[in-house]
């Protein structure tokens, strides 16, 4: 082999390896964070953003902020993260509202600015799309914020007609989901286009979490009272099955599908459990996993092996071993964590 067809041959695999890196990094939908630099958490009890190492689950650094932040997006390049502040009070007794999204420097680990929302309060759960733009909840107000995060402005607002609590957007952003916990009986379907609500799908019980499908294919919600996973076929926003959560005595908390789309994984308050699906198989057998008191958020490893679970109320996180499908570690981390990823 000549000098120039072997150079030609690295050239040619270095580019494979560099495209390869590329859509593997493309393929991550931006409302399935994960990643290898640190772990972001939203410490909602303690009223502080923590970061920790990724592979010793040491703490790194905190910020504090205002009280009851609860969830985030981040920006596509990882480079900052959106935190709603939702105020002192909890859903449905909220006496002194917040009115402002914390952007918070993932590199620098600080706060690098505030979106001022008023007149609207209390926001709550956040979406970004792939433009950019960002939707936040506000319960109070029902409705949805459209958010320009780099003008730091609100470019529009979405009836919902329920307290909208968290949602869900489709990876091609044409609609959002809401769930409006037991307020109304019905998941609010909101055209992103148009920016008008378009449908109301019916869920007797009121819902809690919910999450839309890495490909856009399934929207999955947690039944208020039941503890049933409701499941809805983006395509007609019709209800097409209703599964038993495997242990469960009441009604779930949170839902999540994995960054590959591979397992859907949900979580019990009251029971200290979590539940693993196979998403290709709903229907089939549940892995039911013991967690700490009151587990409230989920998050992937970029490698899709390990899965965390945030113990709202005992300052704990419980480390899931996705393949084993075991726990395998718990450590302490701050007062308690509502939400956390990998970035």
């Not at 009070?89 to 999204?101: D, F, L, S």
């Not at 759960?125 to 003008?151: E, H, M, S």
């Not at 730091?152 to 769930?179: F, N, Q």
């Not at 909101?190 to 799908?201: A, E, H, N, S």
């Amino acid at each position: 082999m000549t000098r120039k067809k072997l150079k030609f041959k690295i050239q040619a695999a270095a580019l494979l390896v560099l495209g390869t890196g590329l859509l593997v990094a493309a393929g991550v939908e931006l409302n399935h964070p994960t990643g290898t630099k640190g772990l972001f958490m939203v410490d909602k009890l303690g009223a502080h953003l923590r970061f920790f190492d990724p592979v010793t689950f040491k703490e790194q650094s905190a910020i504090e902020v205002s009280a009851n932040p609860h969830d985030f997006a981040f920006s596509a390049d990882h480079r900052l993260a959106y935190v709603p502040i939702y105020g002192d009070g909890v859903y449905g007794k909220n006496p002194h509202p917040g009115h402002e999204i914390d952007i918070v420097d993932l590199q620098t680990q600080r706060i690098a600015g505030t979106i001022d929302i008023a007149p609207y309060r209390a926001p709550h759960g956040v979406q970004i799309a792939r433009d950019g733009t960002v939707y936040v909840t506000c319960d109070l107000d029902r409705k949805v914020l459209v958010i320009d995060p780099k003008a730091r402005t609100i470019k529009d607002t979405i009836d919902t007609e329920g307290t909208g609590h968290w949602m869900a957007i489709l990876p091609d952003g044409s609609k959002m989901y809401v769930a409006n916990k037991n307020d109304k009986p019905f998941v609010s379907v909101l055209d992103l286009k148009t920016r008008k609500m378009i449908g109301k799908i019916p869920a007797a019980n009121g819902t809690q979490g919910i999450a839309a499908s890495p490909d856009g294919k399934l929207v999955v919600a947690m039944d208020f009272t039941e503890p049933v996973l409701i499941v809805i076929d983006p395509r007609t926003d019709k209800v097409t099955d209703r599964i038993p959560l495997k242990g469960q005595t009441q009604g779930g908390y949170k839902v999540s599908f994995s960054p590959d789309g591979r397992r859907v994984l949900t979580m019990n308050l009251s029971g200290k459990l979590a539940n693993v699906f196979d998403t290709a198989n709903l229907r089939g057998d549940q892995k039911v996993l013991p967690t700490g008191k009151d587990p409230m958020g989920f998050a992937f490893s970029a490698d899709g092996k390990t899965a965390l679970v945030a113990n709202h109320g005992d300052g704990s996180v419980s480390v899931i071993d996705l393949q084993k499908m075991e726990v395998v570690n718990n450590f302490h981390a701050g007062t308690g964590i509502e939400t956390l990823s990998y970035y």
